[in-house]
């Protein structure tokens, strides 16, 4: 396992600016403006914005497949201009496009083998990461036939299996079911555990809040938040107790209780359980686990 520090940089942007000319009179369309960032190594980061914000153009020059119109960017201080810069990158991209009369398996061998691997490690490899996304019973059949759930997991093996120092997901849960979604948070989950780095999109913010270290927020190209997950959403002056219900002369009683010490309740509510978690109780079959199951 590659041991990281979060003082190496794997993804730093400068000052990035992206404009397209669009429609028959050029006009031009600022998608990414004035983007400062540093993705530090090892760590799991959500790039978060209403659609249009501009994650995806960034996620695509940060691969070297768009050019910035300013700015710039590098991949472990190699610049993205530079096909070095994406040796070590693994990419889902968004809404991805797979050719279809291929089995699961011949997919992640066209992409491992466009990525230099080859010789007696090529199949093992395959078949390891077609393993780690649940997708070994559903190999041998054609891509064609996959749900939505099931080409996420075959695209995440494609980006996957050279082993990459960095992995970027745009948006992989996207389409993907409660029991799919929180697989794929524990595979991301995993790919920390190995050291790895992951730059993720989602509009599924209960999930980046559990997975991510860091966020960053997008709005019209330009960026309006970024740091900590647990900085953003920790509350540490606050505690909340949960405890089975109190009678009303229970908690005039706490109140007392409280009062002599000089605290305040603030606030008494019934907890809710959260519609994932009940989804997920109720629900505890995976698309991986039954592959043939409804067509
Ligand atoms: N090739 C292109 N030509 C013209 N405009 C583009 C092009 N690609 C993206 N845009 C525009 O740039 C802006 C940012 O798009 P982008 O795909 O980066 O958004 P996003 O944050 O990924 O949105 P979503 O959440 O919907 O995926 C949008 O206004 C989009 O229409
Ligand atoms: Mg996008």
């Known amino acids: 396992m ?6 190496v940089t794997a993804i730093e942007l400068r000052g990035l600016v992206k404009d397209f000319s669009v429609g028959l009179r050029g006009v031009k369309l600022r998608a990414v403006d004035d983007f400062s960032l540093r993705v530090p190594a090892g760590q799991v980061f959500g790039l978060l914005g209403p659609n ?21 960017c590098s991949v472990f201080g190699v610049p993205s201009a530079q096909v070095e810069a994406r040796v070590d990158v693994g990419y889902l991209p968004e809404s991805p496009y797979f050719y279809r ?13 466009i990525c230099g691997l080859g010789g007696a490690t090529l199949a093992p490899r395959v078949a390891e990461v077609i393993d780690w996304v649940g997708l070994t019973e559903a190999a ?27 992995v970027i997901l745009d948006e992989p849960t996207s389409g993907v079911d409660p029991v799919g979604a929180a697989a794929i948070s524990e595979l991301i989950l995993q790919l920390k ?15 980046i809040e559990d997975i991510c270290d860091r966020v960053a927020i997008l709005d019209r190209g330009r960026l309006i938040l970024e740091g900590a997950v647990c900085d953003l959403v920790g509350r540490a002056e606050r505690q909340a107790l949960i405890v089975e219900k109190l009678s ?23 907890p809710r359980a959260r519609l994932d978690q009940i989804f997920l109780e109720r629900v505890g079959r995976g698309e991986a686990k039954s592959p043939e199951g409804g067509g």
């Open 52 to 72: 249009g914000s501009g994650k995806s153009t960034t996620i695509k020059i940060i691969l070297g497949l768009l050019e910035p119109t300013a700015g710039r």
């Open 248 to 270: 009303p002369s229970e908690l005039q009683e706490l109140r007392g209780w409280l009062g002599l010490r000089g605290r305040t309740l603030e606030a008494v509510a019934a």
């Open 193 to 207: 555990a190995q050291g790895k780095t992951v730059l993720i999109t989602s509009h599924l913010l209960t999930q």
């Open 101 to 113: 009369h291929l089995s699961g398996r011949e997919l992640v061998r066209f992409y491992a083998r």
């Open 2 to 7: 590659k041991t990281v520090s979060s003082d």
């Open 140 to 166: 041998d059949r054609l891509v064609g036939t996959y749900s939505k759930g099931m080409l996420q997991r075959i695209g995440l093996a494609q980006a996957l299996v050279h082993d990459p120092r960095l």
